[in-house]
């Protein structure tokens, strides 16, 4: 619990040192082993942050550099406040208008939402990251500054606010501070949803004054239309990647497995995200044992970028992200596929089912399909020889937000786990009511300055609270665990946070995919497919 | 006969008839019923010009949030039609008994707070319900003055007038308690719990305070001077039958459908309106999730919203008011730098 004095939702205007301390002593504790403070990692100081935008709190996501004269300070207010603007238009904000009107008027300010928040109660309450925070900045903004009447009004209604460049700027930090998980928008009695409101901020950073965090933009969407990959994999990289992984597969499993690409008139179009072929290259080639052993009529595609599913605009950027999935669909529309299958990825599953959508239309409307569902199918059609006894071992599911709670994909990944892993067990709570892993929005790919430390103590330690509690009956070392996240941004999280608090060595938890489970238990291949390895 | 004389009480209230304070009552009532009216067209007005407002914006995107009511089988844990192998070949179930179950707890009681905030519940509960039976309460007032002036008793004495003059009596004497009681316990947590300090505005606390007031006015006015709501009714049947000179027979009356008259106008007005908007936020946002097949009202739509000129001034996008949404999200990035690499 915080002891001192509680921070106002005007104070961000305030520009006296930082707005909020992080302080390890207020986190949320955690249960044995971690327990002991000797167990928990160390919280890394921010450093280097002199010319860059850090009085928020102790790390820094976006790093907006510090104003050189008066007349930048204005230029930025003045940006926001157009920006601002246009998100309440219908030319400029047609996708996200009705929502976010009915959002911004309709808050009763009740906190009901509060304690849905991983985020808000790992950190022990600070008041900075309540769901509610950040909305109500803004709406105090909006009301005072673009309403009629709104010097009075806006204050009667909502309380005061002063528009400056310290609240700008720690305006743009503070919407890399929700994992965009809507886990509070579940709770609200009204149906308010604070994450929209993180998400428009986002945009209207990024549309307005093309400031959006580094990893998302510059080395994410716009690398992988550039390159065709945020990972940096060109067309002719990603075919020798997979090349040797489809060998690494061959070899490890005794099937001749052999990736098809650019395979015109194809039933399916896999889309993965490059990532797995990166860090986690068992996953693509699991994808690929399966459809092999299954006798698929599958492809990858070459073309710039559907060899890669992410797709980060859906957490800052409509334009990107409807510029990314129209590049996939075409890329299937020129194979000619029956439909697209997106791999063990959350948000590209959801930015390409859901939200694109109502981006694509005619020819490019081409059927597009969790592999949740399409594992299933695989599964249960006794196409491949299973032997769930090759899964002994205790084995947990973590539910990624985009697929579950936002798509209402629940139950095809547990029947395929409860038919394979015999040690099954729930996480509480779970399905649509679990936790965020602490890295969507995409944050588990955001690592500068300190901001992993941020995520590995707070964003992700109820994800981890959870976890534990799972495998609670036995955590010693020596039992092997499978925590299983079918999506990859869920994964680089899991892989950080389970790194940091040593979870390998000191409780025996390993993180993996779905596809993996499933090829461990396949009985006609070579035993042993996952390794019990950290990495 | 005397003007003012009550066609119920067959009493006459005005001591002399055309004495000056008569004449100013008389005013008086009449400006009443004219600000009751108007309060009511403000309501209507306020409700259909944010209704149509928000009716009117153009479709969004997709913004589901699970568990969607309508999936029948499949809502109770939250699943969805994306869980079938080939969804879009599948007929879409869409249960509207599983919509009116997911709607109907939430609107009379309160589900998602019973479930997510136990504490406020117990306080937002008896203040919603109470408005509820006071709804309840206006609309049997209602039944009752139409029955009166078709010639129907509404009194204790049998039939259906009897019927009417006891539901009366119950709705709006709960109504009231219920309310005074959760709109007190709200304004009590306003101004004392540390979880909502801070996002308390004059304006919640003038609504609450405006609340306790007419409420308290209304339960007064039936304890101490109209007991079995006849005078109410009066005023309702002479609101309908347009008699604006019709005495109200009591001041506490007036009193009260004065404040009530100023709360229907006032409500619809300010973030309350949720009374309605909720609407929007589970049909239109929660629980839409009708897909886009080709040559779909949707892709209508979303045709149209593809081609409003755009604006934004980021880098990556410099959109000048002349580029469509079509434009930039199937143009090349960094074209012109690709361009001008190309020339050099
Ligand atoms: S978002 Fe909903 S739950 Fe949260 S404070 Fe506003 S009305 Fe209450
Ligand atoms: S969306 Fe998730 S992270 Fe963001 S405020 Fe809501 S619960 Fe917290």
Known sequence: MKKTKKIKVEDIGKANGKLTHTDPKDFMPL???????????????????????????????????KPKSKQE??????????????????ENNWPFLQLLTLTMEHCAKCQTCSDACHIFEASGRNEVYRPSYRSEVLRRIYNKYLKPGGKFFGRWKHGPIDLNWTTVSRLAELSYRCNICRRCAQTCPIGVDNALITHELRKLFSQELGIAARELHEKGSMLQLR???????????????????DEDMTEKTGMKIETPWDKVGADVLLIHNAGEIMAWPENPGAFAVILEAAGVSWTLSSDIPAYDGINYGLWYDDFQLARVAIKHAQAAKKLGVKKIVVGECGHSTKSLMVIADRVLTGDLNIPRESAMTFLEDIVFSGKLK???????????????????????????QRRILKYICPKFREMTPCGVNNYCCGGGSGFAIMSGYNFQTWRNHISGRRKLQQVLNAFSDDLSP???KYLCAPCSNCKGQLRDLLFAYDAWEKCGILYGGLVELIVNAMSDVNPGFIEWEWH | MCAFRSPITHMCRCRERRHPEGETRMILTAALHVFSYAAFAVFVIAVAVRYHRIQSMPLHLRWDLY????????????????????????????????????????MLFMKALWEHNRPLWFRSFPFHFGLYLLIGWAGLLLIGAIAEVAGVAVSSEGGVGALIHYLTILAGAFGFILSIIGAVALLHRRLTDEEVDGYTSPAHIFNLSLFILALAVGFLTYILADQTFSLARGYIRSLITFNLTTPIGSGAVAAEFLLFSILVAYVPLTHMSHFFTKYFFYHKIRWDDEPNFKGSRIEKEITQALGYRVSWSAPHLKADGKKNWADICTEEVDKEVREEAKKK
């Open chain 1, 227 to 245: 390159v065709g990959s945020s990972t940096g994999m060109n067309p002719l990289v990603v075919k020798d990647n997979m090349e040797f992984i």
């Open chain 1, 73 to 90: 300070e204005e230029e930025l207010v003045k940006k926001f406040l157009s920006g601002l603007e246009k998100l309440f238009t219908k």
């Open chain 1, 386 to 412: 299973l032997d769930p006894s090759r899964n002994d071992f205790p084995v947990t599911l973590h539910d990624p937000c985009n697929m579950v709670r936002l798509m209402g994909i629940v139950q095809p």
């Open chain 1, 31 to 65: 249960p044995p082993p971690y327990d002991n403070p000797e167990n928990l990692p160390p919280w890394d100081p921010l450093k280097n942050s002199d010319s860059v935008e850090a009085s928020l709190d102790d790390t820094i996501a976006v790093a907006i550099p």
């Open chain 2, 67 to 106: 568990p969607v009511a309508h999936e029948g089988k499949r809502a109770h844990y939250g699943g969805s039609y994306f869980e079938e192998l080939d969804w879009w070949t599948k007929p879409r179930e869409f249960s509207l008994v599983g919509e009116l179950k997911g709607m109907l707890p939430e």
């Open chain 1, 478 to 480: 020596e039992t092997h």
